[in-house]
């Protein structure tokens, strides 16, 4: 018996909603709780339903409701199981490389392998020997590359927001920094995939660089996220990746890109 994945963004509106649930119950006009429990007992049992709410901290009544009907239809039944599980919702990118409303929540597209928007934020200096980027070591915890040096800040762009706004919260997040729009440089687009197990990461990610100066003893480091930054010169960086075994998720094509927009 495979699972029926609803997906309820508390973004979206009552008419979405409902009909996101008719749609993956292969239902027409479900327009309400009423006609939602009258569908799902025509489905009868056994069945099993996986409800991904996104987790946004506001109140969303429809999907209150919705859950109510599937609760009760699981109390009245046994055979009829239910999961709700929070999760974080990514907008999914189109063809045209396009962040589209369509969402989707993040371990369904790391499982799916769907094209998703994030961000990758460089902090650099430039010094008469060259330029440094700061690299910080993900932390141990990651579910995708622990204890890999990388991007200084990066970062899914979850629903209803933009690369732009995205960037500016994980450079705070991360690293304690608050930094001004005008202090993101943009330098291009860059397609990045990662599979490992049952994770497909299918990225399109937005780099910017940001020249402001900045103290590592200052940085208020995220725990969760990083274990630790240091500074490295991006030729140096490259020798170093080439000719010795350092764990690391750096993008040859960023560093590239990194030079391309300082030189």
């Not at 979206?12 to 009258?38: C, H, N, P, V």
């Not at 993040?106 to 499982?111: F, I, Y």
């Amino acid at each position: 018996m495979e699972d029926v994945e609803i997906y309820l963004s508390r973004l979206s509106a009552a008419d979405k909603l409902y009909a996101e649930t008719a749609k993956k119950l292969g239902k027409k006009d479900i327009t309400d709780r009423f006609t939602l429990a009258g569908a799902v007992a025509e489905i009868g049992a056994p069945a099993s339903y996986k409800l991904y709410v996104s987790d946004e901290d506001i109140e969303n009544s429809t999907i209150d409701e919705i859950k109510a009907v599937f609760t009760e239809a699981a109390e009245e039944e046994p055979d009829i199981k239910v999961e709700f599980i929070c999760d974080e919702f990514l907008n999914l990118i189109d063809d045209k490389a396009r962040i589209t409303a369509e969402s989707k929540p993040r371990t369904a597209v790391h499982r799916d392998g769907d094209l998703h928007p994030t961000v990758h934020i460089w902090m650099i200096k430039r010094r008469d020997m060259g330029v440094f980027v700061l690299l910080q070591k993900r932390a141990h915890e990651k579910d995708i590359n622990p204890d890999c040096y990388d991007v200084s800040a990066a970062g899914h762009v979850t629903q209803g927001e933009e690369f732009r706004q995205t960037a500016l919260k994980e450079v705070r997040e991360e690293l304690g920094l608050n930094i001004d729009r005008s202090q993101l440089e943009f330098i291009g687009l860059r397609r990045a995939c990662y599979s490992k197990g049952s994770i497909k990461d299918n990225e399109l990610a937005a780099v910017y660089i940001c020249r402001e100066k900045i103290n590592i003893e200052d940085l208020t480091l995220q725990s969760s996220e990083v274990a630790e930054v240091c500074w490295a010169e991006i030729d140096e960086l490259l020798s170093i990746m080439k000719y010795e075994d350092i764990p690391n998720c750096i993008s040859l094509e960023e560093l590239d890109m990194i030079k391309k927009a300082v030189f």
